[in-house]
């Protein structure tokens, strides 16, 4: 009787007015977003910190939109990704993100607030908690517990929340609710005076780029927003009728993204060696990491990159001082910490290990970290700690989760 009553719940659609299932109370969505937001970037690159006045600018014309939506009370947040990937993703209660591999597309303010607009779009309507209810219905309870990491096989297992925050971040969205957004997000940059005539620009680009071959795009934002002649027909006519005209901001997106596209190589270099050693190809993937770090110093993702590079040749001493330097210049960052434990693990060093271990988790739990902090607590005598850690990492499955099963039964008949 309870679940037919979970079932039959519903609401009404704060920006379209119609009823729609409810599962998930206002309460549960905000405190969602708010528990995921962070975990979820980590899982997506983390912040690019090297530009925080390019932060500031997204910031600034996101909240030009938010004010005019028809949720203008959520607790919206906006934050750019260090993330190659073009894309932009909203989580439950406003929390936004939009990766520097989509802005260094872009041309102008008003296709930013073509993107951010749509976005919100998405958060006000609730086509996150949508989805997320959709997999509940369908699987309740068990959606997230784990997420492979998408770039290489040393992360491990990211766990729990931050999961189900990429999974809700990178799923797609059905055709009904891109066209809901387009429609919405048109309205919400007309109301905040920019040139509608954008988004019709944009999506024009987008379905163009589609029928491509660049792999790049394929795996960003058309596998989460795929792109239609349908939607550019729609959104075209919309704009008719809605009127063109308004605030485009060329030369302000040029001043504002000038460092970010004056960087561009030094990324695109990174990349080239993050492709080079996923293949094996050390010495060339060394030079590529090695020319990105001379252009910029102060990016620790180009220091983890060259420690998992002299890690995986047996440089290990090396390794540290490189995961020690991508730590010092982004301390919050899940994975920095995770390659730093990991490689101290290798080299002995327990104390090290598991401080770093225990650091990452703090912020994004994964199978991995769970697995080799029950080492570390059976090398220290620690066997309640490890019976602990062990049975953690064995709800992810996989072959983390069958080490930790085995291991946790050693344990258990000793």
Not at 154 to 173: E, I, P, R, S, T
Not at 305 to 317: F, K, V
Request: glycine share 8%; hydrophobic share 40%.
């Amino acid at each position: 009787m309870a679940v037919f009553a979970l079932l039959t719940g519903c609401t009404v659609n704060p920006v379209t007015g119609q009823k729609q299932l409810s599962l998930i109370s206002e309460s549960q969505e905000l405190e969602m977003g708010a528990e995921q937001y962070v975990p979820t970037q980590q899982t997506q690159g983390g912040r690019f910190y090297i530009d925080p006045e390019l932060t500031l600018y997204v910031q600034e014309v996101g909240e030009k939109l938010a004010r005019v939506s028809d949720r203008p009370d959520l607790p919206y947040e906006f934050v750019v990704l260090n993330n190659s990937t073009p894309n932009a993703w909203a989580l439950p209660g406003g929390k936004i993100a939009i990766n520097r591999g989509l802005l260094v597309k872009l041309e102008t303010e008003a296709q930013l607030a073509s993107v951010l607009g749509h976005e919100i779009v998405h958060a006000a309507a609730r086509h996150s908690v949508q989805r997320m209810q959709q997999g509940m219905i369908i699987s309740a309870g068990v959606a997230g517990l784990g997420l492979a990491l998408s770039d290489n096989e040393w992360a491990g297992l990211v766990m729990g929340g931050a999961a189900v925050g990429a999974q809700l971040a990178l799923a797609q969205y059905s055709q009904g609710d891109e066209l809901e957004s387009d429609a919405y997000g048109i309205r919400y940059m007309k109301a905040a005076g920019y040139d509608p005539t954008a988004a019709v620009e944009l999506q024009q680009l987008f379905l163009e780029l589609s029928q491509g071959s660049d792999s790049n795009w394929l795996n960003g934002l058309f596998a989460t927003h795929p792109p239609s002649a349908k939607r550019v027909e729609k959104n075209r006519e919309l704009v008719r009728q809605l009127g063109a005209g308004g605030y485009v901001g060329r030369d302000v997106y040029q001043q504002k993204t000038a460092i970010l596209k004056e960087l561009e190589p030094a990324y695109e270099a990174h990349d080239k060696a993050l492709k080079l050693a996923s293949d094996g190809d050390w010495a060339p993937a060394l030079k590529a990491i090695n020319s990105a770090i001379s252009q910029v110093p102060r990016e620790a993702m180009f220091y983890a990159l060259r420690g998992r590079i002299h890690q995986a040749q047996g440089d290990r001493e090396q390794a540290q001082q490189d995961f020690d330097k991508a730590v010092s210049l982004y301390p919050e960052m899940f994975k920095y910490q995770l390659y730093d434990g990991l490689n101290a693990l290798d080299m002995d060093n327990l104390e090290q290990a598991r401080n770093h271990l225990n650091r990452a988790n703090e912020v994004v739990p994964t199978s991995i970290a769970y697995l080799r902090l029950g080492d570390i607590a059976v090398r220290q005598g620690r066997r309640e700690d490890a019976r602990a850690y062990y049975s953690t990492a064995a709800q992810a499955g996989g072959d983390v989760g069958a080490e930790a099963q085995k291991k946790l039964a050693a344990l258990s008949g000793n």
